[in-house]
């Protein structure tokens, strides 16, 4: 007989238990609790926190013991949450891999109790994506009708008075994404093949938008003026401090590694080793001040966490659960080598410049990785 697969945390948790990512108000459900019943605050109409519970949710707490989600500027926080409670709409602008998807889905969970309620944007997106469509079916046999109408997560949104997130916004073309315009400027939608009241749909309030763009797509689709006027930018940096990306890299890598019932022993050297070599090859310097050649990859810290995943994955089936700079070494190109060969050099380069020496003056893992510098392609 089959032997019953072991259960993770996510399998046995209450919250989300079955799902492969459950969303925030799930994952974070006990912290929103405990907040809202300390939370003695103003909220704006529509809220289901005040802005200074949101912010303790986000940053952390360590009277109500609220973890810190968000490694960075707690003052972009501030402002991000202040915009959202104003009349315009909130759009995260940044790097690939720095967090504006995971702010935006925090921020939704918290003010409005759910993050689920997004567009995805993509070339393919259509004003139907974004206002409404039909139930063709209905349509056909009983002509416009409410009942007919098959509402986006915008319509949803204004109706409930929640936010809805617009993610990757440039990457509609402009004049689909500038349906958005006069919805939020008016906070209403019309939809002129409907009677009577459910012709207008004005927004209630708690409705608002939160858009995150990527700073590399940009080009691709310049947002008209008359849209960016409706929202207040945000840039989201990539984190600089070490010690802090160091703590994230090691508890996502842990939890994701927990999550897949896959338990690996991760030493705080090897992923001091990691997020060193994300910073150094991101920023083009090393700590030695020697000058790097950055790879056209994003060198980012969701993509230090998928590194780390992967290398843990490896120590934990082919290598008794221990992981050492060799696995890292193993799914380190993966991440670099993308659509520019180029970038392989630039990562040997990196081998040659700053492991080798360190690895002669501290030894340690530098040591280790440098042997393991043959299993790069
Ligand atoms: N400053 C940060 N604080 C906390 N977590 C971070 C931070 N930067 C990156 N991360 C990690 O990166 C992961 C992925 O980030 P996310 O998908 O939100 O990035 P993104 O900016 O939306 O990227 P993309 O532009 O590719 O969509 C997060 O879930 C988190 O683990
Ligand atoms: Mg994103």
């Known amino acids: 007989m089959a032997k019953k697969p ?81 009349n315009r709409g909130l759009m995260l602008v940044g790097e690939p891999g720095t967090a504006k998807s995971m702010i935006s889905e925090l921020l939704a969970a918290a003010i409005s109790g759910s993050s689920i309620n997004a567009i995805q944007g993509t070339a393919g997106t259509t004003e139907d994506h974004i206002k409404y469509s039909w139930n063709y079916a209905l349509l056909l046999a009983e002509g416009p009708s409410p009942r007919a109408l098959v509402p986006s997560p915008l319509y949803v949104a204004m109706k409930e008075g929640t936010l809805v997130r617009f993610e990757e916004i440039t990457r509609c073309p402009p004049e689909i994404q500038d349906t958005l315009v006069s919805i939020l400027s008016e906070k209403v939608m019309i939809v002129p ?138 799914h380190l190109a993966g991440a670099v080598l993308k659509d520019n060969p180029d970038d392989l050099k630039k990562l040997k380069h990196y081998f040659d410049v700053v492991v080798k020496p360190r690895s002669q003056k501290e030894g340690g893992p530098w040591t280790e990785m440098l042997e393991a510098r043959k299993s790069l392609p």
């Open 193 to 330: 093949e409907l009677d009577g009241p459910d012709r207008v749909l004005h927004a209630r309030p708690g409705f608002n938008v939160i858009g995150t763009a990527n700073t590399r797509d940009r080009g691709v689709n310049e947002m008209s003026s008359a849209l960016k006027r409706r929202f207040n930018f945000e840039t989201v940096h990539p984190i600089r401090d070490l010690k802090q990306e160091i703590e994230l890299v090691g508890r996502e890598c842990d939890r994701l590694l927990k999550e897949v019932s896959a338990p690996v022993t991760i030493t705080p050297q090897v992923v001091e080793l990691l997020v060193s070599v994300f910073q150094e090859l991101r920023e083009g310097v090393s700590r030695e001040g020697i000058q790097l050649e950055r790879p056209s990859t994003v060198m980012s810290t969701a993509e230090a966490v998928s590194v780390a995943m992967a290398a843990g994955l490896d120590a934990f089936y082919f290598d008794g659960g221990a992981l050492s700079p060799r696995h890292v070494v193993r």
């Open 6 to 86: 072991r259960e993770g945390p996510a399998g046995d948790a209450k919250a989300g238990g079955g799902m492969l990512k459950p969303p925030a108000e799930l994952v974070y459900e006990a912290e929103l609790k405990a907040l809202g019943e300390a939370d003695r605050d103003p909220r704006p109409p529509g809220w289901k926190l005040s802005p200074r519970a949101v912010r303790a949710f986000l940053c952390g707490s360590e009277t109500l013991s609220i973890r810190r989600k968000f490694f960075g500027d707690d003052t972009m926080i501030e402002r991000a949450i202040v915009s959202l409670s104003s």
